[in-house]
């Protein structure tokens, strides 16, 4: 399956949850350590070099970043890039904020269907991703984990690698790169079910 996008908007960045519009489509957020690859995950998604601002430097994302798409086929779907997290030079201040906006966020937020959460696949699972998990199971919000960065494992230990994070984290892992497209359709599968969104609805039909 292939999954075209037609349009690609960025929309607006807020910095607390009541900054967001009204939800108008169903939405998908991306969560994950600083400089995981969160951005460069959505610009591959998106087929776009420059929809999410992407940097080596960690940090680059501030506040809730909100991205329009259209994919072929007419689906809708709302993209949140969440700041990353787990980056200590950000000031303290910074740092306090960044629970309760996400928390309420995660919580509060009407249009949310689910969370992907990226994991380097050569770190694993650490005690933010473990605390992010059970927070999302306790609110109710659908979690995924993508395992980013995956061209940096050689191919014979990938599937293995994916298998363990799927084990310990207790959702359904998916590989991915943004560097090669590895990964790019399985995770368009998983995010429109995790959303709700059918691609191909099949047509109503008539009652004999
Ligand atoms: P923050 O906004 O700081 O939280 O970071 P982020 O999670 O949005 O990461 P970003 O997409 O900006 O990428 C961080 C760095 O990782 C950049 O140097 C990217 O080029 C690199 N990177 C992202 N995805 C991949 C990937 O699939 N493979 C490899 N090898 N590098 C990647
Ligand atoms: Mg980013």
């Avoid at 690859?37 to 501030?62: D, F, H, V, Y």
């Avoid at 506040?63 to 949140?80: E, P, S």
């Avoid at 629970?99 to 990226?118: D, K, Q, S, W, Y």
Wanted: proline share 6%; charged share 25%.
């Amino acid at each position: 399956m292939q999954f075209d996008v037609l349009e690609a908007d960025y929309l607006l960045t807020a910095v607390k949850v009541g900054g967001l519009p009204p939800p108008m489509f169903a939405e998908v957020a991306f969560a994950g350590r600083s400089n995981v690859g969160k951005s460069s995950l959505i610009n591959s998604l998106a087929q776009r070099k420059k929809l999410a601002r992407t940097s080596s430097t960690p940090g680059c994302t501030r506040g809730l970043n909100l991205f329009r798409l259209q994919l072929r086929g007419g689906a809708n779907i709302d993209f949140v890039d969440l700041p990353g997290y787990g980056f200590a030079q950000r000031s303290k201040a910074e740092r306090v904020s960044w629970g309760p906006m996400i928390e309420g966020f995660l919580t509060h937020r009407v249009g949310l269907r689910g969370v992907a959460i990226l994991v380097d696949v050569r770190r694993g699972l650490e005690d933010e991703e473990r605390d992010l998990l059970e927070f999302l199971a306790h609110v109710k919000q659908r979690a995924l984990v993508v395992a980013t960065k995956i061209d940096r494992v050689p191919s014979s230990k990938r599937k293995l690698a994916v298998l363990d994070l799927a084990k310990r984290a207790g959702v359904k892992a998916i590989p991915f790169s943004s560097h090669t497209g590895d990964g790019r359709d399985e995770l368009w599968g998983a995010l429109l079910r995790m959303a709700a969104i059918d691609l191909n609805p099949t047509p109503m039909q008539p009652k004999p």
